[in-house]
């Protein structure tokens, strides 16, 4: 009963530097979405999927990346680290049947830039 | 523009008393509305939503919330709070036709003493 699996759970980079966060889903749901979670701010939507091939911008894409090749993976890539991208990072997956259907969300990347 | 406004960053009371954390909104068309709560380290977990229909809204963990058309609110409640219940807090309302994405409110923190 995995539902929506992240790794790493922790991080740190140096300023620069790249990596990818990865997440994967097994409920075979379209829709995926990449948030950032900084205190006091509530959640800022990234990116979003709503199938394989297919992505689209949020509030907040500048200095991110992502690709959605499969079903179950959207992986978020940081090309050029900087300290502003300093946050907690969600990925969440959602059933498109029914436009009430709740987002399911993994259990986080912490993510320091140094 | 659609919002979400929680405007308590904290609320604090004693177990056993009566909870509600409050939350406003301003959305085009017919808002589908959604209370998530969060634990330390973990992801969002879907407690309740609002679509249609009776306008107070029962949900997990004996959590209930009351929509209010007139005054585009959407308060969670709890007849008698647990210690357990303390957590973060998010309020969020679907962006209409819009690939289900959420806009979150700046989430809530509760706090519950024995």
């Known amino acids: 009963n995995a539902g929506v699996t992240q790794t790493p759970k922790f991080r740190i980079l140096k300023i620069g530097q790249s990596m990818t966060l990865q997440c994967t889903q097994d409920?075979?749901?379209?829709?995926m979405y990449w948030y950032r979670q900084d205190p006091g701010m509530g959640l800022k939507l990234i990116y979003y999927s709503v199938g394989a091939g297919i992505t689209d911008k949020g509030e907040v894409p500048n200095g991110y990346n992502v690709s959605r090749s499969t079903t179950e993976d959207f992986p978020l890539r940081l090309e050029l680290a900087a300290p502003s991208q300093t946050s907690v990072y969600f990925c969440a997956s959602r059933n498109p049947a029914g436009e009430d259907q709740p987002q399911h969300f993994g259990d986080g990347t912490r993510l320091s830039i140094l | 523009a659609q919002s979400v406004a929680q405007p308590e960053d904290q609320v604090n009371v004693a177990e056993g008393n009566p909870l509600t954390v409050k939350c406003t909104y301003s959305v085009s068309g017919n808002p589908y509305l959604f209370w998530y709560v969060q634990y330390p380290n973990r992801g969002l977990q879907f407690l309740l939503k609002y679509i249609t229909g009776d306008n107070l809204v029962k949900g997990s963990y004996g959590f209930e919330a009351e929509f209010n058309k007139s005054q585009t609110s959407f308060h969670l409640k709890k007849p008698s709070a647990l210690v357990s219940d303390s957590a973060l807090y998010f309020c969020a309302v679907r962006v209409p036709r819009n690939t289900g994405k959420l806009i979150f409110g700046q989430g809530t923190t509760l706090q519950v003493k024995p």
């Open positions: 409920m075979n749901h379209n829709y």
